[in-house]
């Protein structure tokens, strides 16, 4: 055999390993071999992270992976009495004490509470190490039939509180020349998303806005990871925008519903953070497959896409498939 029939044997190889490894997957060939022999996140122990959105679903879990890793924690959210029981929660692994977490309420939407709210987390630990910029809503609506006031809404919550916190935390990280900003996208940051076309295109932006910083960054040690989670279990549909100013979906998802495990989901994004990975997908199939489908082969994904239907992906976005 020669060395070029030995070579293509060896590819073919090696394709057929990766496609069988996707076929299993639950997040990205990247992520699923660092969460197996990368970095344990054990190696933040110490390290002060913020996170936003911290009373339910995946920031109250990313919370609790974080507090086991030793993390010394800021936990924002609207809902002081959630917040209080998140730190409750974290304080029974026994890794940390009492003066470790911080509760700090903050309503994102009030930009001018930004700046207070950073010196309070600086008074109290002197550094912020990672910001897990994770509150945000999602939306069910026609795209003809969303008022202008939504697309506004959905902007100001979903990208620009974010941006408004990180430009306020990003110049304490290069004074200190390290630091690591982290935003909780969505696989709609990387796919159209029928009948949620406000919250894709606020993903999007928030992908854009944040890759021009990570290039940026990386010669001054600042650390920029996109997360793309899949469908999850939270209360995330609850307190998601229609298409009417003002008005919340207020649907509670159902145990029969196949979406990704929230606690599964956070143990990924702490393995991401621990690892500084650039950008991660959290997905069960067959999300996962669409995302590479809709990353390597655009082409092929959008003539699938649109001859499958509204109905058919939004089966696979609700969990009904």
């Not at 992520?31 to 110490?46: E, H, I, P, Y």
């Not at 620009?160 to 696989?187: A, Y």
């Not at 992908?207 to 469908?231: A, H, K």
Request: proline letters at 3%; a positive charge.
């Amino acid at each position: 055999m020669d060395w070029c029939t030995i070579v293509e044997v060896a590819v073919v190889a090696y394709i057929v390993l990766q496609l069988v490894r996707l076929l299993f997957a639950d997040c990205d060939l990247q992520l699923q071999w660092t969460d197996k022999f990368g970095r344990s996140t054990g190696v933040l122990t110490r390290k002060v992270v913020w996170i936003t959105g911290a009373s339910s679903g995946i920031g109250e879990y990313l919370s609790y992976e974080l507090a086991k890793a030793g993390c010394r924690l800021v936990l924002s959210a609207r809902r002081e009495g959630e917040l209080q029981r998140v730190k409750k929660e974290c304080l029974s692994y026994g890794t940390l004490m009492d003066d470790d977490i911080l509760v700090l309420p903050l309503d994102m939407l009030k930009f001018d509470l930004h700046q207070p709210a950073v010196d309070e987390v600086l008074s109290r630990f002197k550094q912020i190490d990672v910001l897990v910029n994770n509150a945000g809503r999602s939306q069910r609506a026609q795209w003809e039939k969303t008022d202008l006031q939504v697309d506004r809404d959905m902007l100001e919550i979903n990208v620009l509180s974010v941006l408004s916190l990180t430009k306020l935390v990003l110049p304490h990280m290069l004074e200190r020349k390290e630091g690591h900003i982290v935003n909780m996208s969505s696989v709609s940051g990387k796919l159209g998303s029928p009948l949620s076309g406000s919250y894709t295109g606020a993903k999007h932006a928030l992908q854009g806005w944040f890759d021009c910083l990570r290039v940026e960054m990386f010669p001054r040690n600042i650390t920029v990871t996109n997360i793309c989670p899949g469908p999850v279990f939270s209360n995330l549909l609850k307190g998601s925008f229609t298409e009417n100013s003002g008005e919340l979906l207020g649907v509670e998802m159902k145990e029969g519903e196949k979406r990704m495990n929230t606690r599964r989901c956070a143990r990924l994004c702490a393995v991401a953070i621990a690892n500084k990975l650039d950008e991660v997908w959290i997905a069960l199939q067959p999300i996962l497959l669409f995302v590479y489908i809709g990353q390597y082969m655009p082409t092929i994904a959008g003539w699938c896409f649109k001859r499958a239907g509204v109905k058919f992906m939004m089966k696979f976005r609700e969990g009904q498939h």
